[in-house]
């Protein structure tokens, strides 16, 4: 525990560590390939924009970052647990109320988000999310771990298009389905590229179609 409510880097990567270990010892984890790729592309890319963005902390945008998914430490459909809400009460409970808050906001780039915008969760995830959203404002961490989690698709680094389309593909939507979700990655997009003055893709390398 440390009074910054994140770990340290050292601690952060056993906590990211045991979160994988776990599931890989409990769940066939058929997707832990683009599990370690996602978490550790979305702390670097994180890193990478805060070293340019003003009063931000690179290191702790990396932290946050490795950690906003530890709650898939559990397997979402055999277990029936949230990863949010996962990753929210076991980081809370190590003391680390910073890093639990990514593990709920990064999956509601809207605070006031629409139940059908998330058609697939049970009704009571959703009533949780509510509830624990209220208590919460969202700052520029919340923001920039939302924006970073939308460039990772499979086992690659990809623009909205890329990524969206994967979404609708994998969930069987249409496109007008994720037109929220959408809105909330471009104004993520605008509001970082306003503080910095440098196009985000350019920054991170990334090609669009
Ligand atoms: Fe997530």
Redesign the pocket.
Not at 32 to 53: L, M, N, P, S, W
Not at 196 to 208: A, R, S
């Given at each position: 525990m440390n009074d910054k409510g994140y770990p340290t880097l050292e601690t952060a990567e056993k906590i990211w560590r045991e979160g994988f270990d776990y599931r890989c010892a409990t769940t066939e984890f058929k997707v832990r390939d683009e599990y370690v790729f996602h978490t550790t592309g979305v702390a670097e890319t994180a890193q990478k924009i805060a070293a340019h963005t003003p009063d931000m902390n690179p290191e702790k945008a990396y932290i946050l970052g490795l950690l906003?998914?530890y709650g898939?430490k559990y397997d979402e459909r055999a277990s029936g647990r949230f990863?949010?809400r996962a990753g929210f009460e076991e980081l809370n409970a190590m003391g680390y109320p910073a890093a639990a808050k990514i593990c709920l906001t990064?999956?509601f780039p809207s605070r006031d988000f629409c139940d059908e915008d998330y058609a697939s969760y049970p009704a009571d995830w959703l009533e949780w999310a509510h509830r624990e959203l209220a208590k919460v404002t969202y700052d520029d961490y919340d923001r920039l771990i939302q924006l970073c989690?939308m460039f990772f698709e499979g086992m690659q680094m990809v623009d909205f298009e890329t990524r969206f389309s994967g979404i609708v593909r994998r969930y069987n939507l249409k496109l007008e389905d994720v037109e929220n979700l959408r809105k909330n990655a471009e104004r993520n997009l605008a509001y970082f590229e306003a503080k910095i003055g440098v196009g985000i893709y350019q920054l991170l390398n990334i090609k669009t179609l």
């Amino acid at each position: 525990m440390n009074d910054k409510g994140y770990p340290t880097l050292e601690t952060a990567e056993k906590i990211w560590r045991e979160g994988f270990d776990y599931r890989c010892a409990t769940t066939e984890f058929k997707v832990r390939d683009e599990y370690v790729f996602h978490t550790t592309g979305v702390a670097e890319t994180a890193q990478k924009i805060a070293a340019h963005t003003p009063d931000m902390n690179p290191e702790k945008a990396y932290i946050l970052g490795l950690l906003h998914d530890y709650g898939k430490k559990y397997d979402e459909r055999a277990s029936g647990r949230f990863h949010a809400r996962a990753g929210f009460e076991e980081l809370n409970a190590m003391g680390y109320p910073a890093a639990a808050k990514i593990c709920l906001t990064h999956s509601f780039p809207s605070r006031d988000f629409c139940d059908e915008d998330y058609a697939s969760y049970p009704a009571d995830w959703l009533e949780w999310a509510h509830r624990e959203l209220a208590k919460v404002t969202y700052d520029d961490y919340d923001r920039l771990i939302q924006l970073c989690d939308m460039f990772f698709e499979g086992m690659q680094m990809v623009d909205f298009e890329t990524r969206f389309s994967g979404i609708v593909r994998r969930y069987n939507l249409k496109l007008e389905d994720v037109e929220n979700l959408r809105k909330n990655a471009e104004r993520n997009l605008a509001y970082f590229e306003a503080k910095i003055g440098v196009g985000i893709y350019q920054l991170l390398n990334i090609k669009t179609l």
